[in-house]
Every structure is written in C-alpha cells, then in structure tokens.
C-alpha cells in the first residue's frame, strides 16, 4: 500500500541533502545524500508507520491517489479581485470559470 501514497524529494540546504517527504504524512520525513536513498528512506518509514497503525487498529490515511475529487473547489477572495476578473474574461469573451481555469493550470 506504500506505494499509493504521495511521495516527494526536495533539497534542504539547511541540511545539505535530500528530504524525502509523504504528503498524506506531514509529520514524516527522511534525510539522505542522494534523491533515491531519500525516496527509499521515507517509503521504508511510511511502511513502518503502516504496520503499527494496523497493530494498533488505527486507520491510516486514504492516499491522495485513490480519493475521488469533484473538480469543484469554492475560493474566496476580495470583491474587487473578483470583479477584475470578471472583466478580464469579458474581455477576452470566456467564461470566469475558463479564466480561471486557464490561470490555475499556467
């Protein structure tokens, strides 16, 4: 099931070297000299966390992979935000949605 999750390595250069970090487990990390070691470190730790969440009868979080997402999300922001916006996708004769849509994938 480790390989479900979420896994990301990134470059401390407080450290020196590579962290290897689960997004469905914010409070884990792993630290290694090389990207690989980083991603085998903090996938070996996951499983770990895992196998004493099954001993315990604890549920472990459902991985980002394998949730179903609406493709709906509500933002707020400041009304004038909003109406330049509006007047931008008026402009360009799209929807709000598309602008935004477009804005949000570039």
């Not at 990301?8 to 090389?34: M, Y």
């Not at 509500?74 to 004769?93: N, Q, Y």
Request: hydrophobic share 40%; proline share 7%.
């Amino acid at each position: 099931m480790t390989d479900h999750y979420t896994y990301r390595i990134t470059w401390s250069a407080e450290d020196g070297e590579h962290i290897g970090l689960c997004a469905e487990f914010p409070s884990l990390s792993w630290v290694a000299a090389t990207p690989a070691e980083a991603l085998a470190g903090i996938r070996k730790l996951v499983g770990g966390v895992l196998a004493d969440m099954k001993t315990t009868g604890e549920s472990p979080p459902e991985p980002l992979s394998e949730r179903a997402y609406s493709g709906k999300f509500v933002v707020r922001i400041p009304p004038a935000t909003h109406r330049e916006l509006a007047i931008k996708a008026a402009e360009e004769g799209i929807s709000l949605n598309r602008l935004v849509n477009s804005r949000l994938i570039a």
